[in-house]
């Protein structure tokens, strides 16, 4: 991921590059034709300066050759034919000076002296091209890189002050939570954008306060309304049950109605713990010995292994001593073996890992992964079991979450895998 200053400055360097790329040319050639119509002018004043001397029309053929040994530029010359008279025209001259050719413009016009009619040679020599395009290519270098650093220098100050609001309304997003109820206060701005961007944020997150607010309250309010009415429920089921009267369709029925009750009571059960943890009712701690916990809590559930003859494995590499509440720490342990047992298949295995600062619980099940995207989401399941509420291991996720601890699942060797890193 790139942060959006560096992506536009990504887009401003390739803009300036692309413009200096195609403005180079340009300025070649007008730099060019300047220089090319200056050279002109400057034959044209010299043509209209040597006309203009006295007596020019009357140098002998020995003034001509004293003429062209001291004049390097301007020269007369028999007349030849074959050049272009009267029109400026480009040509290349061997400098001895220089040792090399030199590219010249140049000007022939006929003139008449005192005993011939001779050529007046102008010329003036012209910059190299090469010299030309490389001095273009050095100008342009140097103001592209001139660009660059004004376009990162400027973009960081600048960006810093305009987009200081924007990543303080970010930062407070990231640590905005919804169980805490700590609304933000997002910084006053001045930009339109971004005051529309926090009047929106400030809206969304009040309307999902509310909406959370009213959903925890319902859930309380249901969880315990509906405590009553089931231990009712089930206790006359009990005394139905008892009756010595009752045919077998009847005993049938009646114990499917009890079964049915009891899961609802461990649905409400499970509800009503589940609102206390978000509700951080469970927050006092002590120092907890994973090792001695899950050795007291393994006989709990021999009778559940033996009914579906499954083999407990039990091994601790190395003891976690954690900072906990000892309930809640105890019910995630609980959910976490009960789920592999739940869930397990007839004459499977159950591994259970105690190793540094992580708890590994492997089971046979169904040979293939579980979603591991719902698993641990509220009533969804990998299989659906008669027995089970669906929210074992939401509260398992809920209890780690509290004690900012990492729960996973995997699915390797056939074997389900959840783990819980303590920290």
Known sequence: MKKLLNQTLIYYSAFALLMLLLATPFFYWMSQKLHIDDVDEAIRLREKEFLTEPKWNELSEEDIEKWNEFNRDIKILPDTSGVTKGKIIDQVFYDVLSDEWEPYRVLYRDIQTEESKSVLMIRINLIESEDLMRATGVIFLAILMILLVGFVLVTRVVSGKLWSPFYQTLHLIEAFDIEQNNKPHFPATKTLEFYKLTQTLERLITENIKAFEREKEFTQNASHELQTPLAVFQSKLDILLQNPDLTKEQAIILQQLYDASARLLRINKNLLLLSKIENKQFSQT??????????????????????????????????????????????????????????????????????????????????????????????????????????????????????????????????????????
């Open 286 to 423: 002590e120092p907890l010995y994973l090792e001695t916990m899950i050795e007291e809590v393994l006989p709990y559930f021999e009778e559940q292994a033996e009914d579906k003859a499954l083999n407990i494995e039990w091994q601790c590499k190395e003891d976690v001593s954690i900072e906990a509440n000892k309930g809640l720490t105890e019910i995630l342990v609980n959910n976490l073996i009960m789920n592999s047992i739940r869930h397990n298949v007839a004459s499977g295995h159950i591994h259970i890992v105690l190793d540094r600062n992580t708890l590994i619980i492997k089971n046979s099940g169904i040979p293939e992964p579980l979603d591991e995207q719902n698993i641990f989401q509220r009533f969804s399941r990998g299989t659906r079991h008669s027995h089970s509420s669906g929210l074992g291991l939401a509260i398992v996720k809920k209890i780690a979450e509290l004690n900012h601890w990492q729960v996973a699942y995997n699915f390797e060797n056939n074997e389900h895998i959840f783990s819980v890193t303590f920290h």
